[in-house]
């Protein structure tokens, strides 16, 4: 009898290898850490509008240079235990640094976004940032929130420590210093329904 196909559900801890073997099929995406494989959770209709938003005006803001955004389809690895994560957006400068023998999986992000949820939040200001801020090309990392209109910009010092800036709508814009685009909170909350207690 033939064994059963290798599935992430019945795994605890598997290697990198089998990981990157099983992702090529899943019907699903799934992040690494440290040898546990996390399923991804489905998007609401807020942070699918976010994201939106945040890859058309950069998008706009980059054409004609030698960066681009890219969506959550593309993987990033980070350096200190190999692990793997699905951004919710991506910019990168240059040259797409991709992982040898790899599908799909950036090493050189200069911005990182991440929509923030309740369920999540947790996660994205954690052990995502842990392992984010080991990425030697990487200068800016972007929380934004669904639930109300706020947004944090994580930014890399000259002496390589993080200065945390919270931003509300009265700061009107969030500049990104590594790629010099900027975004309103019109533009990247537009069309975005918040519930009326946000």
């Known amino acids: 009898m033939a064994a059963p196909a290798l599935k992430y559900q ?4 598997i290697s990198v290898e089998e990981y990157l073997h099983l992702e090529k099929t899943a019907e699903t995406k799934h992040e690494f850490v440290d040898g546990e494989v996390i399923a991804m959770a489905s998007a609401t209709r807020e942070h699918n509008e976010i994201v939106s938003n945040v890859i058309r005006e950069i998008g706009l803001c980059l054409k004609g240079r030698e960066c681009g955004i890219y969506p959550s389809d593309f993987r990033v690895i980070t350096p200190a235990g190999r692990n793997y994560f699905y951004p919710d957006a991506t910019v990168v400068c240059g040259d797409l640094q991709l992982q040898p023998d790899v599908f799909d999986t950036l090493q050189n992000p200069i911005v990182i976004f991440e929509v923030v949820s309740e369920g999540t939040e947790n996660i994205d200001r954690g052990y995502k940032f842990f392992h984010y801020q080991q990425i ?7 929380l934004i929130d669904s639930r109300t209109r706020s947004i944090e910009a ?4 000259a002496n390589d420590t993080w200065q945390f800036d919270k931003l509300s709508p009265t700061d009107g814009t969030l500049h990104l210093n590594s790629v010099g685009c900027s975004l309103s909170f019109d533009d990247i909350y537009y069309r975005v329904q ?3 207690a946000s």
């Open 154 to 157: 994580i930014r890399r010092q």
């Open 194 to 196: 918040l519930s009326p």
């Open 136 to 142: 030697p090309s990487l200068q800016e990392y972007i």
């Open 10 to 13: 019945t795994l605890e801890r």
